[in-house]
């Protein structure tokens, strides 16, 4: 009998939600809302829910179910599967493994989000076989996925595998977290948005950019990159100082990690055109030893947002 | 019959080696120059003479040697036992491991000398039993050994396990390595140095320190704690920023591998009791996840010069 793995992403807004097959490939997708404000075990009800749907559909009759996988958002003790705490949806010590495998008789297994992201973009590429690789999502925030040996790294203990809040600038511009200068701050879509206005503000001669905003008051990545595409001189300042930001920050996760491949994700990286030569470029010139020492390649990373679910899937092993 | 290794550290200057019994305790130490500018094949030479002195020493009689380990400045490739480069004494492409077990006929390893003080470190606290530990080792440089469960870490592939050029403020001071604002510009000793001369030319008023140093115009990293012990306003106010940097640094690495202790050693450390409690409070409160996530233990690196030693005898298994 062939077997299947439900995916899980918990997100703010949505709970999605997959049937993955041996080969990493999603049957059958779908999506409930969070509605973080009913609480913890209202959410965990949801996706409860959501798996038995799942488990029901035609897809998977006559199939195994080897068990369940959660991409949650915060810190996750994944060897507990236990969440001691997550900002984002208000959580404090829910303990995810426990109560879905108990609802569902399943095997559960949890893991942060971005790391779960980071598994599913390296499952996701099939033809290539990368044993290690670093996944920086570039939005709202600053996500990160370390993959080592073909699994998440999460550290040592609950809490590693962070990179958002690490200090690019020290001293510099305030990040949502309370410190000063976080790489976060600086290159998440926010970073970005920052970056752009203080462009425009200084700006001395009008550009595309600068008129629109003018006209609307609006800014965000996708309007931003439209303007760098268009070699709008504004918008290119503000892009190169983002990506030289990006690149420091990058360069010194290299510098631990030595991994095959470094996927860049998220938002911004759909105009992944415009910073491919950057990233490669510097990371060859300025890691540590050089030409020396192993050179990853920089890479835009695939799948969008079935990567998140495909990665949940793959907590759950195969064989 | 009991065993022994041989552990090699291989500085700029000296070549240290020892006899390392099985409970890692230095059973006979000796030392030879470098002479870094006679070429490599003269120093591993030089390191071939040494360990066979060590092994006809009387400590050894009716014990039988296991090897001998090697802590190697630069970037090494631990698993060829190789080392594409360094910098330090001018090393491109040397085949350490395999000249080296040639001529003494015996396994022969190699790592880089960061990683075997790290491993020393861990070794030679035999009251606590850590698996994972880093090392930010403060001196001329900034160096780091990252041990993660018992072993050296030293990235995926060559020139991982670095910290010392990481980007802790994007534009800042420039550091030797041709970048501007590297974790090692601000948190060697030259860094300090640099933070206290710096405050010196600032400062409105004399203070004991600022008048030594006009008199002589010597700036050491041993003056200056005993000047911030002596609560020098001057000295205070450059270590203050200095130990800020420290933290903030050492807390992005904290957030990446999420150890069970951070050593800090090298010669500023000597005064740890200056730092301890600044460095154990920045961590609790600004590490990712705050007291959610697991907290790490800032402690002082004990074992002087011989860590390095021990830890290069401890790539060497004992069984």
């Known amino acids: 009998m062939s077997s299947y793995r439900i995916g899980i992403d918990l997100g703010g807004t949505f709970i999605k939600g997959g049937i993955v097959d041996e ?36 897809e998977v009759k006559d199939m195994d179910c080897l068990g369940v996988g959660i991409g949650n958002p915060g810190t996750v003790d994944a060897v507990r599967g236990f969440v001691p705490y997550s900002n984002n949806i208000h959580w404090e010590n829910v303990p995810v493994a426990d109560y879905l495998s ?42 990160c996925g370390i993959i080592l040996h073909g699994k998440i790294y999460g550290g040592e203990h609950a809490g590693g595998a962070e990179v958002g809040h690490m200090i690019l600038k020290s001293g510099g511009r305030k990040c949502s977290c309370g410190k000063r200068g976080c790489f976060e701050a600086y290159c998440s879509t926010t970073g970005l948005i920052k970056d752009t ?43 190169d100082k983002y990506l030289t930001h990006l690149a420091e920050g ?5 510098d631990l990690f030595r991994p095959e491949v470094v ?45 998140g679910i495909i990665g949940a899937a793959g907590l759950i092993g195969v064989e």
Chains 1, 2 share one sequence.
Not at 33 to 57: C, H, N, Q, S, W
Not at 278 to 286: A, G
């Open 23 to 58: 080969n990493n490939t999603i049957l059958l997708q779908r999506q409930v809302p969070t509605k973080a404000e009913e609480g913890a075990y209202a959410v965990l009800d949801r996706m409860a829910e959501l798996a038995k749907d799942l488990m029901i559909a035609d």
């Open 102 to 143: 108990d609802k569902l008789e399943l095997s559960v297994k949890v893991d942060n989000d971005a790391n779960c992201a980071a598994l599913g973009v390296l499952l996701s590429e099939k033809e290539t076989a990368y044993e290690s690789a670093i996944l920086l999502t570039l939005g709202t925030g600053l996500g």
């Open 197 to 239: 206005k203080k462009e425009i503000e200084k700006a001395k001669q009008k550009t595309p950019l600068t008129k629109l905003y003018k006209k609307d008051g609006q800014l965000d990545g996708r309007r931003i990159m439209t303007a760098v595409s268009d070699q709008d001189p504004v918008a290119k300042k503000a892009f």
């Open 250 to 254: 990058m360069t010194g996760i290299v």
């Open 263 to 307: 996927y860049i994700g998220g938002g911004i990286s759909a105009r992944f055109d415009l910073m491919e030569a950057f990233l490669n470029d510097y990371v060859k010139k300025n890691s540590f030893g050089g030409e020396h020492a192993f050179i990853p390649v920089i890479k835009k990373a695939p799948g969008g947002n079935d990567v």
